[in-house]
């Protein structure tokens, strides 16, 4: 198995030497490592406290980033929020760190691949930004967390307000009932492909109307491109 890299090398990525780089470490370890390398008589401290505090500290930096930034309302706000931290983004974000070179696994986990897994990243950059803040407080933290977000928060609709894409299938609905046309459906039109790599079409319907189709690898892609479809024609709004 390949050496860890040296903690200075993730510091350098963070921005900051850490006063108690035991925090760090801890960060750093995963529970199937935890389980490892511990025992009865010396069980070994996980990352997991230090992920429940990050979320926490990431959640209100975002947050309040996105109230200073954006006169939106709470809604539009609330699906930034959830665009910003959900665990797809926190990987990547990890990624971007390298923090996979240097997070402590057990054996089983790291021979299926667990450096490299999203849900693993994400809770591990979760543990690094706790350990960012009980080392240098909430500022410490803060800096960190809006390096890191830098080009996802800077990111803004036309109108200038904060980018937080919708569910075209929610736009749909919304843009129906609106113009007062009722809600939309969604049928399964055919299948192709091998059973391991299917392609799905599906029309979006106003009852016996169609709206809109659209293909993915999945139902869900598809309908979403449906709706996408739908919206993109003048009649979504009108009768007939």
């Given at each position: 198995?390949?050496?860890?890299?040296?903690?200075?090398?993730?510091?350098?990525?963070?921005?900051?030497?850490?006063?108690?780089?035991?925090?760090?470490?801890?960060?750093?370890?995963?529970?199937?490592?935890?389980?490892?390398?511990?025992?009865?008589?010396?069980?070994?401290?996980?990352?997991?406290?230090?992920?429940?505090?990050?979320?926490?500290?990431?959640?209100?930096?975002?947050?309040?980033?996105?109230?200073?930034?954006?006169?939106?309302?709470?809604?539009?706000?609330?699906?930034?929020?959830?665009?910003?931290?959900?665990?797809?983004?926190?990987?990547?974000?990890?990624?971007?760190?390298?923090?996979?070179?240097?997070?402590?696994?057990?054996?089983?986990?790291?021979?299926?691949?667990?450096?490299?897994?999203d849900s693993i990243l994400a809770d591990v950059l979760e543990?690094?930004?706790?350990?960012?803040?009980?080392?240098?407080?909430?500022?410490?933290?803060?800096?960190?967390?809006?390096?890191?977000?830098?080009?996802?928060?800077s990111r803004r609709a036309e109108d200038g307000e904060l980018?937080?894409?919708?569910?075209?299938?929610?736009?749909?609905?919304?843009?129906?009932?609106?113009?007062?046309?009722?809600?939309?459906?969604?049928?399964?039109?055919?299948?192709?492909?091998?059973?391991?790599?299917?392609?799905?079409?599906?029309?979006?319907?106003?009852?016996?109307?169609?709206?809109?189709?659209?293909?993915?690898?999945?139902?869900?892609?598809?309908?979403?491109?449906?709706?996408?479809?739908?919206?993109?024609?003048?009649?979504?709004?009108?009768?007939?």
């Open positions: 198995m390949a050496e860890t890299p040296p903690l200075s090398a993730l510091e350098d990525s963070i921005g900051r030497r850490f006063v108690d780089r035991s925090l760090l470490e801890r960060a750093l370890c995963h529970r199937s490592w935890a389980k490892d390398a511990g025992s009865d008589d010396e069980p070994r401290s996980d990352n997991e406290r230090l992920e429940f505090l990050g979320d926490a500290v990431l959640g209100l930096v975002i947050t309040e980033r996105l109230y200073r930034s954006s006169s939106s309302a709470e809604g539009r706000l609330t699906r930034a929020r959830a665009l910003l931290v959900r665990r797809e983004t926190l990987a990547r974000h990890s990624r971007a760190l390298g923090l996979g070179a240097f997070v402590r696994l057990g054996r089983g986990e790291r021979g299926s691949g667990g450096d490299d897994k543990a690094v930004i706790g350990a960012t803040y009980l080392d240098g407080g909430f500022e410490a933290a803060a800096e960190f967390v809006l390096r890191l977000f830098e080009e996802d928060l980018l937080a894409p919708r569910d075209p299938r929610t736009a749909l609905q919304e843009a129906l009932q609106a113009a007062g046309r009722g809600t939309p459906s969604y049928r399964l039109a055919s299948s192709s492909g091998p059973d391991h790599m299917p392609t799905w079409t599906i029309d979006a319907m106003l009852g016996d109307e169609l709206l809109g189709t659209g293909e993915g690898s999945s139902k869900q892609e598809a309908s979403k491109r449906a709706a996408s479809a739908a919206l993109e024609r003048a009649t979504v709004g009108e009768g007939g």
